[in-house]
């Protein structure tokens, strides 16, 4: 029986972090995005001092999850001014789920997003929001299922390509 478990992460996750940051994101989206790109987007986004930066800031939280000790997968929030987008002050905004896709259908990301519920609900927040590609159609079916909404989107620029992520969100009240 595989065990999950969620730990609160700090620095000294980094290089798990950011492991899973570039697996996850290549997994996810080479494919469909130019080598060029990708290369660019983990180099900008998952170094060590980008990824430090993020750790050691007050207003976001990151969670592993372990399957039998192993890191699977990881969750990162952001409340206050560290949301990438100022929707609403008082809002939680849900950065990151990533899970290795051979761990897909094992429930892990269902854990990290009710992880999320659990923390928005404990600190008072008026919503829970994020940003999805709308081309990520298995992430999206996952929102909807767990109650999230479309509630507008952005222009999400990877390296010379736009594409669009639909913000979705899920009111607490």
Same mark, same amino acid.
């Given at each position: 029986?595989?065990?999950?478990?969620? $730990?609160?992460? =700090?620095?000294? !996750?980094?290089?798990?972090?950011?492991?899973?940051?570039?697996? =996850?994101?290549?997994? =996810?989206?080479?494919?469909?995005? =130019?080598?060029?790109?990708?290369?660019?987007?983990?180099?900008?986004?998952?170094?060590?001092?980008?990824?430090?930066?993020?750790?050691?800031? !007050?207003?976001?939280?990151?969670?592993?999850?372990?399957?039998?000790?192993?890191?699977?997968?990881?969750?990162?929030?952001?409340?206050?001014?560290?949301?990438?987008?100022?929707?609403?002050?008082?809002?939680?905004?849900?950065?990151?789920?990533?899970?290795?896709?051979?761990?897909?259908?094992?429930?892990?990301?269902?854990?990290?997003?009710?992880?999320?519920?659990?923390?928005?609900?404990?600190?008072?927040? !008026?919503?829970?929001?994020?940003?999805?590609?709308?081309?990520?159609? $298995?992430?999206? $079916?996952?929102?909807?299922?767990?109650?999230?909404?479309?509630?507008?989107?952005?222009?999400?620029?990877?390296?010379?390509?736009?594409?669009?992520?639909?913000?979705?969100?899920?009111?607490?009240?």
């Amino acid at each position: 029986m595989n065990t999950i478990e969620i $730990r609160k992460s =700090t620095v000294s !996750d980094l290089e798990t972090i950011q492991n899973i940051s570039i697996h =996850t994101f290549k997994e =996810t989206f080479a494919a469909v995005n =130019t080598p060029e790109n990708i290369a660019n987007y983990v180099k900008e986004n998952f170094n060590s001092e980008q990824l430090k930066n993020e750790l050691n800031n !007050d207003n976001s939280q990151f969670y592993v999850a372990y399957s039998n000790a192993e890191a699977v997968g990881y969750l990162k929030i952001n409340f206050g001014d560290a949301q990438t987008e100022s929707i609403n002050e008082n809002a939680l905004e849900v950065q990151r789920i990533y899970v290795l896709q051979k761990f897909h259908g094992k429930n892990i990301g269902q854990l990290l997003l009710d992880k999320v519920k659990k923390i928005a609900k404990s600190s008072g927040v !008026d919503s829970v929001w994020l940003g999805v590609w709308e081309e990520n159609h $298995r992430a999206l $079916r996952f929102y909807i299922k767990n109650g999230f909404f479309v509630f507008d989107k952005h222009v999400f620029i990877m390296g010379n390509d736009e594409q669009t992520d639909l913000l979705m969100q899920f009111g607490l009240q």
